[in-house]
C-alpha cells in the first residue's frame, strides 16, 4: 500500500500532468489541406516536391499544424497566406525526421520587411541582420527578413536559406544553450567526435580552404545552422565535397536523403 506521503506525490504528479494537457491544448491540423496551398508548395519548396506521396501528405499536415499553433505575424509589411507556408515549411523541414516533435521554446515569428540592426530597426546604416532567434524579454519569438525568407526557396543553388538557419538555431536551443550541439537530437557517443568534426571543419574555413560559407567559422553554433543550410539546399553536393559531414549531419536530424531522391537535388 502507498504510504501518505506516497499517495500525495502520485496525486500531485498527476495534477501536473493534467495542467500540463490543459495548459498546451495543441491544434491538430484540419481535415482538409488548401490545394492552392498545395500548389505553392509544389512550386516552391524543393524538399516538399521530392518527397513521396504519403511523406507529402505528412508534411503538408504538419505545415497546418504549424500555422495553427503558432503566430506568424508581418511587422510594417503584409503577411500572406504564402509568406506563413514558406516559414512554416522552414520549421519542418529540419524536423521532418522527428513527427511529433513540438518548438516548444518559441511563440510566435515576426516578418520584418528588410534586414535589421541590433535595436530591430529597418532603416538606417547597420542593419545586417536577416534573423534571429529572441533572449532575453525577447523570449519565445524569431524575426525574419520577409525578403530573406522568400530568397531562400527561391535560389536553389547558394547552399543558403536564413528561415532554416533560424530554425536549426531554435533546435539547437532545445536543451537550453545554443551551442551547435542538440542534444536532444544528438545521442551522447556522438557528442565529443560532432565536436571534432566541427573544429576541423572550422579550421578548414578559417584557411580558405572550404566551400562552407565563411559565416560558419564564427563559432561551433553559428557552424551547425550553416551546415544544416547546406545539407538541406544542396545535399548532393554535401555529400560529394564533405562526406563525414553529411553523413553526421542525416544522423542528427534521422534524414535519409536517399530516401527523398537525392538524384533530383542540386
Given at each position: 500500500?502507498?504510504?501518505?506521503?506516497?499517495?500525495?506525490?502520485?496525486?500531485?504528479?498527476l495534477w501536473v500532468i493534467h495542467k500540463s494537457?490543459?495548459?498546451?491544448?495543441?491544434?491538430?491540423?484540419?481535415?482538409?489541406?488548401p490545394e492552392k496551398w498545395r500548389n505553392f508548395l509544389q512550386e516552391n519548396v524543393v524538399f516538399y516536391k521530392s518527397l513521396s506521396?504519403?511523406?507529402?501528405?505528412?508534411?503538408e499536415k504538419e505545415v497546418q499544424a504549424f500555422i495553427l499553433n503558432y503566430k506568424i505575424i508581418g511587422i510594417d509589411v503584409d503577411c500572406t497566406d504564402e509568406d506563413?507556408?514558406?516559414v512554416a515549411s522552414s520549421a519542418i523541414i529540419p524536423i521532418f525526421g522527428f513527427p511529433q516533435w513540438r518548438y516548444h521554446n518559441l511563440r510566435i515569428v515576426q516578418l520584418y520587411p528588410d534586414r535589421f540592426d541590433e535595436d530591430f530597426k529597418t532603416e538606417g546604416v547597420g542593419r545586417n541582420t536577416l534573423?534571429?532567434?529572441?533572449?532575453?524579454?525577447?523570449e519565445g519569438k524569431m524575426i525574419l527578413s520577409k525578403p530573406a525568407l522568400y530568397h531562400g526557396f527561391s535560389n536553389e543553388s547558394d547552399k543558403k536559406n536564413t528561415a532554416i538557419h533560424e530554425f536549426v538555431h531554435l533546435l539547437d536551443k532545445s536543451d537550453n544553450t545554443i551551442d551547435g550541439i542538440p542534444q536532444r537530437l544528438l545521442e551522447k557517443q556522438y557528442t565529443i567526435p560532432w565536436l571534432d568534426l566541427m573544429h576541423k571543419e572550422i579550421k578548414k574555413i578559417e584557411l580558405k580552404k572550404s566551400d562552407i560559407n565563411p559565416y560558419a567559422g564564427t563559432?561551433?553554433?553559428?557552424?551547425?545552422a550553416v551546415a544544416?543550410?547546406?545539407?538541406?539546399?544542396?545535399?548532393?553536393?554535401l555529400k560529394k565535397k564533405h562526406p563525414e559531414l553529411y553523413q553526421v549531419l542525416e544522423?542528427?536530424?534521422?534524414?535519409?536523403?536517399?530516401?527523398?531522391?537525392?538524384?533530383?537535388f542540386w
Open positions: 500500500m502507498l504510504s501518505l506521503f506516497g499517495l500525495l506525490l502520485l496525486i500531485s504528479a494537457l490543459q495548459t498546451e491544448k495543441w491544434k491538430p491540423a484540419l481535415a482538409v489541406f506521396n504519403s511523406e507529402k501528405d505528412r508534411f506563413k507556408l514558406l534573423g534571429m532567434v529572441g533572449t532575453g524579454f525577447m563559432n561551433t553554433a553559428e557552424f551547425f544544416s543550410e547546406y545539407f538541406f539546399e544542396r545535399p548532393k553536393l544522423r542528427i536530424f534521422n534524414q535519409k536523403m536517399t530516401r527523398r531522391k537525392l538524384k533530383k
